[in-house]
């Protein structure tokens, strides 16, 4: 075992004050009225529990209570999560368990602690940990974690998740601990004696479980050994004497104790493989001779199932308790012995023990799945409760069962009757322990404490304690990163300590040496002693160093209130005490003993005992006086730039030089009394240049560093000394020392004058430092550091800090080229350097010059620079995730500027070369890239990718705000031109980027709504609070008016259908009482009319629930609001209570049934699907009052048209059909398979045949079900089988459309709408099949329904029915014949179903009309209209919306002249209007939902012709028609009309309903009452925000809900159950778009531009809509687009996607928008004449002028440009001098704020400022001119090559070529009179003056002119300006530039003339 690595020196560091430690929960718990704490006050008098005698009150307290009372105590604390808490601050969490309480507390430094949960269990808390728990999502790859609290009990584990959910899990057998790890929870089973006895030597039981997730089976735990032993077996853990000691989540490992071998060992946690499975699921190998053999795994197994999960199947939970057998009643006890041990009682033939086992309420666990609502699971334990409590209480006279000699087992219980369980984790062994040799060496005892930790370069330790030994052991690992994580374990170190604590933040882990001293390691290179100001050993305290405390206090020193580090003066290294001192004297023993037994407590000053609780960088220390005090250790560095340094000296350093740099630095920052934070730079640089050799004496700079804060002279000369050994210097030093005299503070970076400058040689560099070889390399990674820093404005300041540290070491290394480059940046700052040190060759020779260090520095404004203007740019370096700056913005300008698209994934290594440490240069081929002028892409979508890959990269608009607003302008660029025209279904975070609030909206609320599917509206479309005025509910409040209001702004047709619609007030009967009539003739009259009224009021509900369609969102605590349906009425003139139930007439009975159960329809269809509801509040509405029972049943099948009927219990639905209420039963069928539309769902199947005697077997009972009943199931497998083709249920559903009467008296009354319920449900399951029946074509469909179409010969009874129709009926004799009367209205709509839109000729020929007289009468009129339905439907395409297409319908016989002696004139009339009106129906339903206006007004005609037939009843043709039929054609027309014009509220449709509603007498029964509601129920489905659906489903569901033939009263089910009506809704989908202002959060008009496909009937076409809109159908579109001007444009590609749309739609159509700056919405200026920008829309400049700054709040609400307003652009006295400025900045407003771009005028004025400064010479650096002319070069490249691009720039104004303008002038002027100067720089001569310097400095840069010191020869002696240009071609100046140089170059007035000519 080797020793620790490396000490440093004798040092110390200082910890952070000394913290008095509570648990919080121990407060809390004391002021929580529970058990544990009346015990506490009862142990002591109260007077002495406050007394402030002796210690501290409490600690005194707890003195005093029983060391029992204290074990039940226990905390642990941890790091924040950040799920917990939103900010994101540090904060600590505590979880304190005391008794039976748990509290979890939180708090950070700036809050006091609060508690965030706290829970009380029945039990005492064994032990309460945190865990989360892995929920599998639908999606297979993803998980969702859950946090949770887990609260361990004797008899189960209570776990309580953040979201609320809580869960209780039974354990099976007594836990001896419990491990959280990243899997869940894994179980240590409690080794009891029976163990021993039960299991034979060959299987013993396992001891290790675990429990993936609270409702999961408690699973074993299997194990894989490393090496021979076993041949590597895969096994279950049942090793008694191994012992967990450790588990740790991530990375997931577990550490276990073997108790035999003494030794540790390390095993990875991971989900067991499917082979590992195998292997141990089989057989084992002994063999099964004993009766024990099998017992382990199949008993371990039915014992779980039954106590824990309680699920088995077959399990002993179904044997009945009474008649239990020998075998079965033996075997239970003994699962209990087994897992209970010696305590438990046997019991072998109770029964009664049985049945309180297996009592109901646990069993009925079986159902629970993960994905239940756990509210359900809690109550259900009460009974593991019971039986738990009941065998773990001790019986005297227990005995093992083993022992009995007359043990009842026999063979018959060895049969394995269930599978083992399938284990779900296995553990793998990854090292282990060298057993300890020989038995001389004492055996390791089990470690005590055991934890991860890393040191400062990164290795990670894992590191247990072993207190027998008082040893730490520290085992090295690596994590190896392929796919699946590997560990290599490594050495092992051992390191004296008697505890220890990791301190993650700062990777180091304290220690606590045998001696009682502190010591901090990096892992295990011991950093230095920790000296804690406040704790202080007895003898210093008392005695020799009194002195140094404040006196007064010395009597008391040990309390942390009284001695805190403040008391203390700065001791300096002679003074210092050592922690080890206090115990090296007499004392030591006593400290292993018992130190506080013998001394007084009060005179003894605490020492620290243990260590406990580390978070972050933060640990308690338990004391000796029992008290507890928290530190901090401080962390390595503060200041941002001293980290990224030490980062990449870490980065480029071998790992050993790079801990004893860190190391060295560490102790140098954190010495006692060490420096304030703002000399931390100044020390950081002393420490590296004495590391790195420099003696920092020697140079002025570094020497001023150090008095800039006033250090004491021994601290200082122990930081700066470079050696041990003394020298002269040392004694200048002293006396020039700032204690020797009061120096004159001199500023840093002070040019150094001659008085302080010592005389002499240059100085040396120490090549025996630590760093010295390594000069180079850091020097290297400190200057990319440094390009970095410089692209960050937020950290600029600190690369002028760092610039002089590189200067020096560049001067040393003679590189030339770097310093121009940092003279350059900073000319006025580096000017001042002029020392260097001397390094000789041999010293040269001696460091490690790196490949990659360059002769040409890389700058990274030279990098951008050079991409920006076209030229080749080689890769720059940058180190991985030390520069993240550079690489973003580098990649950024190759992706965007550079065109490259895949700059950002393949090509990276083309634009960035990675430096990698240990000096290897990752160095790529050298790509030669094409020039821009090749690569042509698009700039859009350049411009979305660089916006998609920087949010991906996690880079927001703060991040932006900090990149220096040259390098800044392309991202601005992108981000503009991507704001214009976005994509719609971007992230969220990409629309934060682009600064597109309404898109940013849009997309937040998408997340929420994929993270959370059930999710309210979250917008202001809430509908109106309800006024008094209502009075009565009528059901329909819940409009949302806001939207209504705007749809249909000019008049109030929503409150006329509220008027139409609503049921719940009286009618008023007005009957006029003539002379001749009596009183009691006038009631009886009065009623007969209330009764005509009735009629239509019962008929109300159906459209009621279209209007209202998911319009209301409940509220879990409330039931859901029924309008009552009110039957009586009022007579004027004085009102009279007019009631049906006087007595005076005959009311039919149940009228009122089936009308309440459409009630509850309308009432259950208000609720939106995305509400909250659940199986509770379902059975919650569930009305007490058996005359309620019908509305009920409406409202559940009302649940199940909106989806949410799928969450109702199993248990209830069975509850609900066991009652036999038939209405229930057919709402709960037809809702729940309407719910599981097309599933194919088996649960339902089986619920639905159970109800149609055709699905059941022959030899089944037979039950007595309903025949309305029977209808609605048939109608649920058609719904649950929809489009599926299934071919039994096909089978099944076909003989029963000819299914006869019988047998006996069954099946005789309502056949018609069985068969038709048969028809419909065939067509549903074999939807659009068409003739691809896949295995159906034995079965003949088509031919089969053409036969019961049109009658002929019945065939025989096939299968399963044969049996049951032997019998005839005794009531219908029908022959052998089909009876067409029952059978043709399903085959018919079963054929149009299967053959929908398939344009099958043959089949559509079929339902022609006949095209004789004679055949025509063979055929019912209504028959006619649905074959014309169905031919038309089939013949999808060809329906055309005009009135010739309906006619052409009608058969050619009848539309010519005829005789009209031998036809039947009636015949003829009735067959033409129900043709007529079956061929409008499916020009209803072809065009359902479009608005189409054709088609509308070809039906409105046929609706006026129809109507003038009726209203002028004495004509022929309608007498020979006959009303009824005239009615049912018209009630058809009506229908397809408002299918047609369906959610938009048509006026002529609505007055056509208004027209019905008004005539209630004569024949108008309450069918045709229901079609014209339900009329207008669909012309305003959903209030308007939705339409109908023309898919195939949707179309089979209008077939369903509108068959023609209405019902004659409120009773009649006879042609078509009433409840089908409801299925309308299926067809309904949202299609309203509702424009939202994203500020106002108002609905608002916007302009919408819609683009349609091309089909075969158009080509593409664009319409205009103002929206909020009625879409067209998505699968319709192309586009949908916002236009402007008024909003910000926003379009939604659905050639790509319709997704996204149905998103928005689904979620109230709300789509975001954005007014733009100066407009106004429509609402307020619909012609847009008063926006602000309407009258400079001509002049685009005119307006600037115009502008005056006042309007600005017009412009735009941002409050900060409104201040900017206020402050810089308003005139004032005293800004008189500067108007121009005031213009100036008013006309960039103006720019900005207009061009939708205010983020640019920072830019704008940071351009001016520049100019402005070096106009009048305030520059001190080059920055500013670095980024004007980035920016100009952007400018230029936008003007010249991209041409076309130019609508998207940014900066298009005359702004940029003045301020180019003046610059150059500037500069020319400068040049003209300074030529000398450039030229001499150019010569190599000296610097010139400081201005100078600077002026030159700024040319140099924004002439781009290189560094020419080198080049300077081969320029010289250049006749012409043409060679002049051929040699400077290869130094990269630009033309324009170069040819300013020419003079200077030249030399010569010809050159000037030339020039001259040139310019």
């Known amino acids: 075992m080797s020793e620790v690595v490396y000490e440093e020196t004798a040092t110390m560091i200082a910890a952070g004050e000394l913290q008095s430690f509570i648990p919080f929960g121990r407060e809390h718990c004391r002021n929580h009225p529970n058990a544990f704490n009346l015990q506490l006050r009862e142990l002591q008098p109260a007077s002495e529990l406050w007394s402030s005698e002796g210690a501290a009150g409490l600690v005194g307290s707890l003195q005093e209570v029983s060391l029992h009372e204290r074990e039940r105590e226990s905390w642990q604390l941890r790091k924040g999560c950040a799920g917990v808490k939103q900010e994101n601050v540090d904060f600590e969490e505590e979880l304190y368990t005391a008794g039976n309480v748990v509290v979890w507390s939180q708090g950070s430094r700036t809050q006091a602690s609060n508690v965030y949960k706290a829970f009380t269990v029945d039990s005492p808390v064994e032990k309460a940990l945190w865990c989360d728990f892995a929920v599998p999502q639908m999606r297979k790859d993803e998980e969702e974690v859950e946090h949770t609290v887990c609260i361990v009990q004797s008899s189960c584990i209570n776990v309580h998740t953040v979201s609320g959910k809580d869960f209780i899990s039974p354990l099976p057998f007594q836990v001896s601990d419990v491990w959280a790890t ?95 499975k195998n292997a141990v699921l089989r057989c084992p190998t002994e063999p099964a001779g004993t009766p024990m053999g099998l017992m382990a795994s199949s008993f371990l197994a039915s014992h779980l199932r039954n106590i824990s999960r309680l699920d088995s199947p077959g399990g002993m939970g179904h044997i009945p308790a009474t008649g239990l057998s020998c075998a079965v009643g033996s075997s239970s006890p003994l699962h209990y012995s087994v897992l209970h041990g010696p305590q438990s009682r046997v019991m072998t033939s109770s029964p009664g023990f049985h049945s309180r086992v297996h009592s109901p309420n646990i069993s009925n666990m079986a159902a629970l799945s993960r994905a239940h609502s756990p509210g359900m699971a809690a109550p259900s334990f009460s009974g593991a409760a019971r039986f738990n409590t009941s065998f773990h209480s001790p019986n005297p006279r227990a005995h093992g069962l083993m022992s009995s000699p007359n043990s009842t087992i026999n063979d018959t219980l060895l049969i394995p009757e269930m599978e083992p369980i399938i284990p779900d984790l296995c553990m793998e062994q990854l090292w282990s322990e060298p057993v300890s040799a020989g038995c001389h060496r004492e055996m390791s005892s089990q470690a005590s404490k055991v934890f991860l930790t890393s040191d400062f370069c990164e290795n990670q330790y894992l590191c247990f304690l072993i207190e027998s030994h008082q040893q730490l052991r520290c085992v090295r690992f690596i994590e190896s990163n392929h796919d699946s994580p590997q ?147 401080p962390e390595i560095a503060t200041s941002e730039l001293v980290r990224k340094c030490l980062q990449a000296i870490r980065f480029i350093l071998p790992k050993d030089a790079a801990m004893k740099v860190l190391v060295k630095w560490y102790t140098i920052y954190n010495a006692p009394g060490g420096p304030s934070t703002h000399s931390e730079w100044n020390l950081f640089v002393t420490c590296l240049m004495t590391l790195l050799g420099y003696n920092t004496e020697r140079l002025a700079w570094t020497r001023n560093l150090q008095f800039e804060v006033p250090l004491s002279p021994v601290i200082a000369a122990k930081k700066a000394r470079p050696s041990d050994g003394g020298s002269d210097e040392d004694w200048d030093y002293l006396l020039d020392s700032h204690y020797h ?97 001397l390094v000789d060759q041999a010293q040269m020779n001696q460091m490690h010059r790196p490949s990659f260090l360059r002769e040409d520095p890389p700058s990274v404004f030279n990098w951008l620079s050079s991409c920006l203007r076209g030229e080749e740019v080689s890769p720059f370096p940058h180190l991985p995730n030390i520069c993240q700056r550079t690489k973003l913005l580098v990649l950024s300008y190759a992706l965007y500027i550079a065109g490259d698209e895949n700059a950002t994934s393949t090509h990276v290594s083309k634009y960035l070369v990675k430096l990698s440490a ?123 008016q806001e939207v209504t209001g705007l749809i249909w702004s000019q008049d109030l047709r929503v409150q006329e259908v509220r008027r139409l619609l609503q049921s719940s007030r009286p009618v008023r009967v007005s009957v006029v009482q003539l002379p001749e009539v009596s009183d009691h003739e006038y009631i009886e009259e009065k009623e007969n009319k209330l009764l005509q009224l009735c009629q239509r009021t019962m008929a109300l509900p159906v459209g009621r629930g279209f209007f209202t369609l998911f319009s209301y969102h409940p509220v879990p605590t409330e039931p859901l609001p029924v309008p009552k349906l009110n039957l009586t009425g009022r007579a004027p003139p004085r009102n009279v209570m007019v009631d049906l139930n006087s007595g005076n007439i005959d009311v039919p009975p149940n009228m009122t049934s089936w009308p309440s159960f459409h009630n509850g329809v309308a009432a259950g269809l208000k609720i939106a699907p995305a509400s909250q509801v659940d199986s509770a509040w379902i059975a919650y509405n569930k009305p007490k009052s058996p005359e309620l029972a019908n509305e009920y049943a409406g409202f559940l099948m009302a649940l199940g048209l909106n989806g949410h009927l799928t969450k109702l219990a199993t248990l209830n639905i069975h509850d609900y059909l066991t009652k036999g209420h038939e209405m229930t039963s057919i709402g709960l069928l037809l809702g729940v398979s309407a719910a599981k539309l097309g599933t194919m769902d088996m649960s339902v199947t089986r619920l639905l045949s159970i109800h149609i005697p055709a699905l059941l077997p022959p030899t089944s009972t ?200 031998d036809i039947n004139m009636e015949t003829m009339t009735q067959a033409q209007d129900y043709i007529t009106a079956g061929a409008c129906l499916a020009l209803g339903l072809r065009f359902a939902g479009s608005a189409n206006s054709d088609a509308f007004d070809c039906l409105y005609e046929f609706a006026r012709t129809f109507m003038k037939y009726i209203m002028s009843f004495s004509g022929t043709n309608a007498v020979q028609t006959g009303f009824y039929n005239l009615q049912t054609g018209l009630s058809m027309v009506l229908l397809a009309m408002s299918m047609v014009m369906a959610g938009t509220g048509n006026l002529k449709v609505l007055q056509l309903c208004r027209f019905f509603h008004k005539r209630t007498g004569g024949e108008m029964n309450y069918g045709f009452h229901m079609a014209h509601h339900m009329a207008l129920g669909l012309l305003f489905l959903g209030g308007g925000r939705y339409s109908l659906s023309t898919s195939n489903s949707a179309i089979a569901a209008l077939l369903c809900a509108l068959y023609p033939h209405f019902p004659a009263h409120s009773t009649d089910n006879r042609y078509h159950l009433q409840a089908l009506r409801h299925l309308a809704v299926l067809a309904a989908e949202p299609r309203l778009l509702v424009p939202v202002d994203v500020d106002s959060l108002k609905p608002c008009y916007a302009l919408l531009e819609v683009t349609y496909k091309e089909t075969k009937w158009y080509d593409e076409t664009t319409v205009e809509l103002m929206a909020p809109t009625m879409l067209p159908e998505l699968h319709l579109l192309k586009r949908v687009k916002v236009k402007g001007p008024r909003y910000w444009e926003l379009s939604v590609d659905l050639s790509k996607e319709t997704q996204h749309l149905k998103s928005i739609l689904f979620r109230d159509g709300v789509l975001y928008v954005k007014l733009r700056a100066g407009q106004l919405p429509y609402k307020d200026d619909p012609q ?170 700024c040319f140099l840069v924004y002439r781009s002119i290189p560094y020419m010191r080198n080049t300077h ?30 003079p200077l170059l030249l030399g010569s007035t010809a050159a000037q003339h030339t020039l001259l000519g040139f310019c």
Not at 1374 to 1401: F, H, Q, W
Not at 1914 to 1921: K, T, Y
Request: hydrophobic share 40%; charged share 20%.
């Open 1913 to 1942: 020869s081969q320029l010289e002696g250049c006749s012409s300006i043409g060679e002049l240009m051929s040699r400077s071609g290869q130094l990269g100046i630009p033309l324009r530039d170069l040819l300013r140089l020419v």
């Open 1728 to 1897: 847009g004449w008063k926006s602000l920008l309407s009258s400079t829309v001509n002049h685009r400049h005119s307006g600037a002028m115009a502008f005056k700054p006042e309007a600005i709040s017009t412009l735009t609400s941002d409050p900060a440009l409104v201040s900017f307003t206020e402050l810089f652009c308003k005139y004032t006295e005293g800004m008189k001098h500067r108007e121009d400025t005031l213009v100036l900045f008013s006309t960039m407003l103006y720019e900005c704020v207009t061009q939708e771009c205010p983020e640019m005028l920072p830019t704008y004025i940071a351009i001016e400022q520049a100019v402005g400064a070096l106009r009048g010479g305030d520059l001190l650096q080059t920055f500013p001119l670095w980024q004007l002319r980035l920016v100009l070069e952007l400018w230029e490249r936008r003007l010249l090559r991209d041409a076309e691009t130019q609508h998207g720039a940014l900066l298009t104004s005359e702004f940029l070529p003045v301020m180019k303008n003046m610059v150059d002038m500037i500069l020319d002027k400068w040049l003209k009179d300074n030529s000398s100067v450039v030229k001499s720089y150019m010569m190599e001569e000296s610097f010139p003056t400081d201005f100078q310097s600077v002026m030159l400095a």
């Open 918 to 1040: 240990g000096h290897k240069f990752i160095h790529e081929p050298h790509y030669r890239r094409q020039s821009f002028v090749h690569v042509k892409f698009s700039s859009e979508s350049l411009a979305e990718q660089l916006v998609a890959w920087l949010t991906s990269e996690a880079f927001t608009i703060k991040d932006l705000e900090s990149v220096p607003f040259g390098v800044a302008l392309p991202i601005r660029e992108a981000i503009y031109r991507c704001r214009e025209q976005p994509c719609s279904d971007w992230s969220e975070d990409v629309c934060l980027l682009i600064g597109r609030q309404d898109l940013t909206k849009q997309a937040h609320k998408m997340t929420i709504a994929k993270s959370k599917t059930a999710v309210g509206s979250g917008l202001s479309l809430e509908p109106p609070a309800p006024t008094e005025a209502d009075g009565e509910e009528d059901g329909m409040s819940d409009i949302i």
């Open 741 to 837: 005299r009061q120096m004159i503070s001199k500023p840093v970076f002070a040019p150094p004058d001659s008085a302080s400058s010592p005389s002499g040689p240059p100085p040396k560099l120490d090549s025996s430092a630590l760093l010295f070889p390594h000069i180079p390399a850091l020097f290297y990674v400190l200057h990319l550091l440094y390009q970095d820093l410089q692209l960050d404005e937020l950290q600029r300041a600190s690369a002028s800090s760092l610039v002089c540290l590189l200067q020096q070491l560049a001067r040393d290394l003679q590189l030339d080229s770097y310093v121009d480059l940092y003279w350059r940046d900073y000319p006025s700052l580096i000017r001042c350097f002029s020392e260097s040190c």
């Open 1262 to 1461: 037979e039950l007595d079900v309903p025949h309305n009943v029977q209808v609605a199931a048939v109608i649920g497998i058609g719904l649950v089988y929809q489009g599926t083709g299934h071919r039994h249920n096909a089978e099944v559903l076909l003989s029963e459309i000819g299914r006869p009467p019988g047998p006996e008296m069954e099946y005789c009354t309502d056949r018609e709408s069985y068969s038709l319920a048969a028809g419909l449900a065939l067509g549903m399951v074999c939807l659009g099949h068409g003739s691809n029946l896949i295995g159906m074509t034995d079965l003949n469909v088509p031919e089969q329904l053409y036969q019961y179409m049109v009658g002929g010969h019945r065939r025989a009874q096939a299968g399963a029915n044969r049996e049951r129709h032997k019998s005839p009926s005794y009531q219908i004799k029908e022959g052998d014949t089909i009876n067409v009367d029952v059978t043709c209205p399903g085959a018919t709509l079963a054929l149009a179903m299967i053959y929908l839109k398939t344009n099958n000729r043959s089949i559509a020929d079929w339902l022609k009309p006949p095209d004789t007289w004679f055949l025509l009468d063979f055929i019912k009129p209504e028959f006619l209209l649905l074959r014309t339905l169905a031919r038309c439907i089939i013949m999808w395409d060809e329906i055309l919306p005009n009135a010739e297409w309906v006619k052409s319908n009608i058969p050619q016989i009848m539309r010519g002249t005829f005789p009209s002696d």
């Open 182 to 276: 990243k899997f869940g929870l894994v179980l240590e089973r409690k080794n009891t004696g029976s163990d021993s006895q039960l299991s034979t030597p060959g299987e013993p039981l396992p001891t290790v479980f675990s429990m993936m997730h609270p409702l999961d089976e408690i699973a074993p735990v299997v194990f894989r050994p490393t090496g021979l032993c076993e041949g590597g077996r895969v096994q279950y853990v049942s090793d008694t004497s191994m012992k967990i000691v450790f588990s740790c989540p991530e990375p997931s490992l577990i550490v276990s104790y073997d108790a035999i071998q003494g030794t540790h060992s390390v095993w990875s946690l991971r989900k067991v493989t499917h082979d590992e």
């Open 487 to 633: 560990f290599i374990f490594a050495s092992v170190t051992a390191i004296s300590a008697k505890d220890a604590a990791p301190l993650e933040n700062i990777d180091a882990m304290l220690v606590l040496e045998a001696c009682g001293s502190l010591v901090l390691y990096t892992g295990v290179t011991r950093i230095s002693k920790v000296f804690v100001p406040g704790l202080l050993a007895p003898p210093f305290s008392l005695s020799k160093y009194g002195s140094h405390l404040t006196p007064g206090h010395k009597d008391n020193v040990s309390t942390p209130a009284n001695a805190g580090s403040r008391h203390l003066q700065r001791l300096d290294e002679a003074t210092m005490p050592s922690p080890v001192s206090e115990l090296r004297g007499h004392h030591i023993k006593h400290h292993e003993a018992s130190f506080v037994d013998d001394y007084p407590f009060q005179q003894v000053a605490p020492h620290i005992c243990a260590l406990r609780d580390p978070v972050c960088n933060r640990v308690s220390l338990e004391l000796s006086n029992a008290t507890m005090q928290r530190i901090s250790i």
